[in-house]
């Protein structure tokens, strides 16, 4: 589903050029559920960036779904975006101004489906998350629970196969979290590839696999693990 | 996707009202202040007799002073002599001719409660109606004699024909005009072209006759011009005769001709006739006449004066303040939405999808603009015809085509406005936006 | 001025806003110190001295009908009756100056000149007309009533004495002592003798180039109309013109009369200077306006975007004074900027009014005081959002945005 092959990205200020990411590689299949963990500027973000096309790498290969990515144009990397991906926040990033089925609408517009179309999938797409009855709320008038599972509907609406999550619990408590969780993870079961970047260990664990990225490279942990068991066998 | 964004673009709106509408009152005063000058410099240019631009002249003949140029951009007298205007008038060339001047006076109708009112008239030659396509409700012009031999018959027109005669056929009546019986042969539609082309010497944009008289009264009725009379040559003038025979300019001279060759003719009987009067001691300037297009007579003129002209530079400048102000705000509240823009961002939007979004944003607000810029340039217009105490009343108003054209350059305006903060927003990084701070 | 470091940096960041800023103040200032140059110039005109009483003057303007009007007869009976009305300080037979219509003729002081001649607007009026207009003779002597000639328009007959304003006395004699000295018309060789001198009179056209060269002749010319010059008492004005256009109806009600104050002819001589003022003053006032509002708008944008940065400021021991300051401060800078590109601008667009429609040139100190009122425009738009930016709370620093 994503293949990254070497990926460089640095930034550059007057002063100093600051690398995020240095060769970095990585493989994600089809219906997979990968955590990434990592500390405070180890280059989480600048990966999920990169994934979700919303950066340009410095240098390396992207495939995404077996297509290169590097040399695609605004046009037809925000196309793919649209169409392919699913964008999960911390901050659940809902539009203020615009009401559930409004900000689920966003992404569908940009598709270009029909009136029709739309509002069958934005139904749809609110009754899996079970706010079907909150439709003209705005995101101000739901608890952070219900505004991530909003912000869930709106990544699904357009049926990607592959969705990047930014700490999605990271602003809700224990309980809100365990619900999402269960949400992303029933998610998972029909199909979708997701990757989770988050802080919480216990969610990471749950993944089928946990990467952890540290100081802009990968550290495949279940492969580590997976050397240390056979070391010790 | 129009439709998506005109109603982003108005919930935009709605949500910063104080600043969505400082950006429109921006561009309704900028728009307001420029279609205001521009109204009135396009009303100014106006050319009532664009239909037959291509047949009509206006003709001069350099009589003047030969130690001096008269004082004019043509370097011509803006009309000629009444001698010069009668020799010209046996020409048979054009199709038709018309030598004229404005005069007036007062109207008594015999066994009338009417009280007496200045009349404007014009003192023309027959051809008049013809030449400028005015039309006749009743009757017709006088017969060519007139021209010639003191005949009083008298053309009026509509306004005056319905204030003296209840608008009925008054062919075959009488008025009395500066003391003397006329006999009215002609009602015409009322006819005030502004600015009033056909003679640019007495206020460009005020009424025009409401009367005609035939050109050949002048030694009977001993008629004064009440338009300009320009002379250079220091004369001895003992009488009414005298002063007919005279250097003195005062006379207004049209020509219709049809065609290159009628033209060229006519130049050739200008230049012959020119030469013929140096032989005799008159025209004591180098050779020059002029046959001018409407078009170019109301250049020539200088219709649209300096201080118009500055007036419309300084509201072009206006506007531009207006729109450098707009481009602040728009950037301002572009850049206050840019976390949602990032959102959009992620969610599939491209960059020129972005940056279509906010440039209808701006055409929004330049369509508002545009309205609200129509009414403040109809108070405009109908300031300065307070101001102008009537000079201005025929050119300060606004006609559907400005109306269209104040919402042109209110949207085109904002368009412009919006282009680079649109582009602004729609290079913004969006990353930066979504991560939680 | 500690301060200035950190603000310059803070500019830097919103460098496009802030040279949008001060771009709009510049182009403000280029306009409103060109308008305020041309507004000058025209009140300037205005308000030039006439010479003449204006305020208490009435003018009846009357066309006879009948062919064989007989005119003396109706002057004599006209004036009679006119200098009976009660208020009515003098009255005349001649033209109305400033109003836009009159005669004018070039002037020699030697005969059969024919190049080099002097403009001047010339009036025929009787023995009344200094007074009815209320003129000061600073020279010489007024026409007595035998001089007065009753001319045809066509007539071959000259005057041989005149009176002629000041300015025109100095304009023909340098010298001075025109006094009983001759004018001459063009190629003519009829001596006029200047027999007075009156100290002013702008003449029938105030904007023309021979405004103020006047002569006047001691006739009253023939023609299709006339104007009967009447000066009221002080304050009588209104009541006279009224009284005129009745008992002038009376008299006789089968002529055109037209009564109106000399005030308003002169005001519609000058109603398109009085235009250009208004306009332009309008044009000046809502582009201030206009910026006024552009810097109290992206003032409060600022503040909103910083109100964390100021509570952080706040939390760290910032006071509200200072929190002001900084905004203040931070506005003079874009003002100071955009009055400097404006100075030059201005100069640069009058160069272009001057060239273009005969301008006025722009002193500089008119840009200065401009430039001035602008910087107080600007800093008192931005005084009110500044203000409020004080008021926001240290606590701002905790709450995320």
């Keep these: 589903m994503l293949k990254m092959h070497n990926i460089r990205k640095s930034y550059r200020t007057d002063t100093i050029e600051t690398h995020a990411l240095r060769d970095f590689s990585l493989e994600v299949n089809e219906g997979e559920f990968v955590s990434v963990t990592g500390p405070s500027g180890s280059g989480k973000t600048t990966f999920l960036n990169i994934a979700g096309l919303l950066e340009t790498p410095t240098g390396g290969q992207y495939l995404l779904d077996g297509q290169e990515v590097g040399n695609l144009s605004d046009r037809e990397r925000s196309h793919l975006r649209n169409e392919k991906i699913g964008f999960i926040f911390q901050g659940f990033n809902l539009i203020p101004d615009l009401s559930l089925f409004d900000n689920i609408d966003v992404p569908l517009r940009y598709r270009g489906f029909n009136a029709k179309e739309r509002r069958r999938r934005i139904e749809k797409s609110l009754e899996q998350v079970g706010l079907s009855a909150r439709a003209k709320h705005l995101p101000a008038q739901l608890s952070g629970g219900q505004q991530q599972r909003v912000a869930i509907a709106r990544a699904l609406a357009g049926e990607p196969r592959f969705l990047l999550a930014d700490e999605p619990t990271g602003n809700l408590d224990s309980l809100m979290a365990r619900q999402v969780m269960e949400l992303l993870e029933f998610i998972n079961q029909w199909g979708t590839t997701i990757v989770m970047v988050t802080h919480d260990p216990d969610l990471a664990r749950r993944a089928h696999r946990n990467i952890q990225i540290v100081d802009g490279q990968v550290s495949d942990l279940r492969q580590n693990i997976a050397a240390d068991e056979a070391a010790i066998a | ?437 | 001025m500690l301060e200035l470091r950190p603000i310059l940096s803070a500019l830097w960041r919103h460098k496009i806003s802030a040279l949008l800023i001060a771009l709009q103040l510049g182009l403000t200032l280029a306009i409103v110190s060109n308008a305020s140059v041309v507004i000058q110039e025209r009140e300037e005109r205005i308000a030039r001295p006439t010479g003449i009483a204006e305020a208490d003057i009435v003018t009846a303007h009357f066309m006879p009908i009948p062919k064989d009007y007989d005119l003396l007869e109706a002057f004599r009976l006209d004036m009679d009756m006119i200098r009976q009305l009660p208020g009515v300080a003098a009255a005349t037979i001649s033209r109305a100056p400033l109003a836009g219509s009159g005669s004018s003729g070039g002037f020699h002081t030697k005969p059969h000149q024919e190049v080099g001649s002097t403009g001047a607007a010339f009036f025929s009026g009787d023995e009344h007309f200094i007074d009815a207009l209320g003129m000061k003779l600073v020279a010489g002597r007024n026409f007595t009533p035998s001089e007065i000639r009753i001319m045809e328009s066509s007539s071959s007959e000259r005057p041989t004495i005149t009176i002629i304003t000041q300015q025109l006395a100095d304009t023909l004699f340098p010298e001075g002592n025109a006094l009983g000295k001759s004018l001459y018309f063009g190629g003519d060789d009829n001596p006029m003798e200047i027999v007075g001198i009156v100290e002013r009179n702008l003449g029938p056209w105030p904007n023309s180039s021979v405004a103020g060269n006047t002569v006047f002749f001691p006739a009253i010319m023939e023609t299709q109309w006339y104007d009967y010059i009447v000066r009221a008492e002080p304050g009588q004005r209104d009541a006279v013109l009224k009284l005129l256009e009745e008992k002038m109806a009376e008299r006789d009600a089968e002529r055109v009369i037209e009564v109106k104050t000399l005030t308003e002819q002169k005001t519609r001589y000058y109603a398109g200077d009085n235009t250009m003022i208004k306009v332009l003053t309008g044009v000046v006032s809502l582009l201030t306006f206009i910026v006024a509002l552009g810097i109290v708008g992206l003032t409060v944008f600022w503040i909103t975007q910083r109100q964390k940065q100021i509570g952080v400021r706040r939390a760290l021991g910032a006071t509200r004074t200072a929190i002001s300051r900084y905004f203040l401060l931070e506005n003079l800078m874009i003002a100071a900027t955009g009055v400097a590109l404006g100075t030059a601008a201005a100069q640069i667009f009058n160069q272009f009014l001057a060239s273009e429609f005969g301008q006025p040139a722009l002193p500089l100190s008119t840009t200065l005081v401009c430039a001035f009122i602008l910087l107080a425009v600007s800093l008192t738009s931005a005084l009110v959002p500044a203000l409020r930016a004080a008021n926001i709370s240290p606590a701002m620093a905790t709450r995320s945005v």
């Design chain 2, 1 to 437: 996707m129009i439709g998506y964004y005109i109603s982003l673009a108005l919930r935009s709106l709605r949500r910063t009202p104080i600043l969505s509408a400082l950006m429109v009152a921006a561009i309704a005063v900028g728009v307001g202040a420029a279609m205001t000058t521009l109204t009135l410099n396009y009303m100014m240019s106006r050319n009532a007799l664009a239909d037959k631009d291509d047949v009509l002249y206006a003709v001069q003949l350099d009589n003047w002073d030969p130690h001096e140029a008269a004082d004019n951009p043509s370097e011509m007298p803006w009309e000629i002599t009444y001698k010069d205007a009668i020799s010209l008038l046996r020409s048979d060339i054009p199709t038709y001719h018309v030598a004229m001047h404005r005069w007036g006076g007062p109207i008594t109708l015999e066994d009338s409660t009417l009280r007496p009112y200045t009349a404007q008239a014009r003192v023309t030659s027959r051809d008049f109606f013809a030449l400028f396509d005015v039309s006749f409700v009743y009757g017709g012009t006088w017969a060519g004699e007139a021209d010639n031999n003191a005949v009083f018959q008298v053309v009026l027109n509509k306004s005056t024909n319905e204030k003296l005669f209840n608008g009925e056929n008054s062919v075959g009546r009488t008025i009395n005009f500066n003391g003397a019986p006329f006999t009215v042969v002609g009602v015409v539609e009322d006819w005030h072209p502004s600015p009033k082309v056909h003679d640019l010497n007495n206020g460009d944009f005020m009424k025009s006759a409401d009367i005609y008289i035939p050109f050949g009264l002048h030694r009977v009725l001993e008629i004064q011009t009440w338009g300009n009379t320009n002379g250079w040559k220091p004369e001895k003038i003992e009488s009414y005769e005298d002063g007919l025979g005279a250097e003195y300019v005062w006379v207004q001279y049209w020509v219709q001709l049809d065609s290159a060759e009628q033209r060229q003719r006519y130049e050739d009987f200008l230049t012959g006739f020119i030469q013929e009067q140096k032989s005799q001691g008159r025209f004591p300037r180098p050779l020059k006449f002029g046959l001018s297009k409407p078009s170019e007579w109301l250049v020539l003129n200088e219709v649209v004066d300096g201080d118009d002209r500055m007036l419309n530079w300084l509201s072009l400048a206006f506007l531009l303040v207006c729109l450098v102000n707009a481009v602040a705000l728009l950037l301002a509240k572009f850049l206050r939405k840019a976390p949602e823009t990032g959102v959009r961002r992620a969610l599939g939007a491209s960059r020129s999808a972005v940056f279509s979004q906010h440039l209808v944003e701006s055409g929004c607000i330049g369509l508002a603009g545009g309205l609200i810029g129509i009414l403040l340039t109809l108070a405009g217009l109908a300031l300065i015809r307070q101001l102008s105490m009537g000079y201005m009343d025929s050119v300060a108003s606004m006609d559907w085509l400005m109306m269209l054209s104040a919402i042109g350059l209110a949207i085109l305006s904002s368009l412009l406005a919006g282009l680079y903060p649109a582009w602004r927003i729609s290079r913004t990084n969006p990353s930066i936006y979504l991560k939680t701070q």
